[in-house]
């Protein structure tokens, strides 16, 4: 696991399970104003991934990148990769208010592009990808990492499917997560025309992950809220913000996120999901089992039978990145369809309209 | 810690810590139609309270209660107790839908009152009861068991008034509760005039919690829903609600409760309340910590410096029955504020009316 105590370069690594042979797909890295680039990157590399080009317009941030990826060749012009035959899809971190917009430019020449989430800050955009994909016939796919990256939030959806919880009735998911020092972070990350506000930005883990446990495609965001408690030097910056959502199906979501996680935390964000049934619960403890050395990606499942606990880390991989690698090649959906990732944007966005500030 | 595996038995016994000598307080218990009962009973007691007379309208109810407390004298019309100068105050747990006119019936005869939570079903019982207590003098209290008989509830209070995480801009709480066997409740359960709706039963628990750690005496309810996923049978029981909620000094609540605690959990509830400040937050695993032995009563503070365990089981003691018997004698409000208790009480049929019923 990389750097544990910062969220933004959370970077995870798993076991290498490859559904290519080397050189077989090819992709680019542009934009990498996100550290969860590393963590895309990484995901598409342990899947049979090649890694080939990269591009961006902060020398220091590419010098980086490629002394981590020394495979990447760095590229001057973003056309060397848009223009690149050889290259399937690119993979990006761009400030979040230019990811909509890159991804339309992405898909117009042809690629499939995966986006770091928040996918889009503007409904607009949204619009726009939604047209552009249907018109390319290619992919806009976001990293939802609090589940796709998450062992346990993988194991978790297994056990639903196998129906050890019964009908999932709630998702309650908390999303906590450390600012880290006074000014650390870009000048984007505190502007909202920017970053879209928390329940856009880190809200839209939480819708992603709403729909999915629940099977839902189709939801309605009931109530929602956004404050910003604890940083007045930063006037648009949210850092609180919960969302009450009903599903199409019946079941139901609560979500809050915060960027109020204390520095004794020996991790970026004690993020929790506890996941109701009809038939049982499932918590997730997954970044940490706070107060314990039990590590993270604990799974607590409670049935009629008994309690149970799974460590899952190093057990359960990350099946979303070979996938999504087969999926670009047989032009399937086997990863994430391209319904439900614009659903979760657009959830998020949808909540972030409706939100009441308080104080 | 009396029968684990059914909330509606749980009966807390703690240290006791008389405020007043043998004698000197006198209290009768009315009405037993809910387990919570005992644990009133069993506060006042270790408080130094004297149980004098119960009524009850069903015998066998009555045998096993003076089983109990062989030194309550069983009486065959109410009057016994409510025309008896000695006795001061008057604990009942009666149906629910009962329990605003009796509290009315007992401040009317110069009692104070100390019912089991709900307090009311409807909004014209709790203004008459405001009327009442007005108009007498007397109190209206309620056993708010889920966090004045919970040690671990009572720490955190004291820990947030030390100023330990900040200033409280949330509360979590969830409070799923064990059903039990099919048709094993009175049939008051399951008819919400009686019972009143799970947000107006169970939520009251919630809503207590939120105006206490948040420090609010006012509050808005955002949205609020029910379900019945689980209990097609009995049409008019709900085994699911939420409510978001809004205090007049900015800070939030958010509360599930439910009743579909699996029978492999090993007691009653798996019931959580995250308190979270702007400096650190404070995670309560009241009766379990799921999957360990550690017992229930886990208080779980990280700040700024750290991650930081307390099991609070025995160590705390319950306060409230020792400043209830002090207020009753002084006259004053220690305990409990009388605004308090009746806030919460209207927060919870406010969250009931709103509700939106979802399936």
Known sequence: MANASDGMNYAPKGKAAPVVQPGEFHFAAMHLDHGHIYGQCNGLIEAGG????????EPERLARFCKTYPQAKAVADPREI????????????AVPCDRGPLGCVVMRHGKDYF????????????AEAKRTAAETGRKYMVYYS???????????????????????????????????????????????????GI??????HQLEQFLYY?????????AAKVANYRNPDFP???????????GGNGATGYHRVDWLNPDGLRTWGDGRAVILGTEGYIELRKYIDVTTDNGGDQLILVDHKGEHRMACAGKIGFPFFGRLIRDCIDRSETAMTQTHAFKAAELCLQAQAVAVKVA
């Open 50 to 57: 090649t890694l080939s080009k990269v591009y961006d317009t």
């Open 82 to 93: 848009l223009e690149d035959p050889a290259i399937r899809l690119v993979a990006a971190a």
């Open 115 to 126: 986006t770091d989430k928040t996918p889009f800050t503007s409904l607009q955009h949204l």
């Open 146 to 196: 609090e589940r796709l990256h998450v062992e346990s939030a993988i194991a978790a959806g297994d056990l639903i499917q196998e129906g050890r919880i019964g009908r999932v009735v709630q998702v309650l998911g908390t999303g906590p997560h450390r600012h880290g020092a006074k000014g650390s972070r870009p000048a984007w990350f505190y502007r909202k025309a920017q970053y879209g």
């Open 199 to 204: 329940l856009c930005d880190i809200g839209s």
């Open 214 to 222: 629940t099977g839902n495609s189709e939801a309605t965001i009931q």
């Open 236 to 246: 648009e910056f949210e850092d609180f913000g919960d969302i009450s959502v009903i």
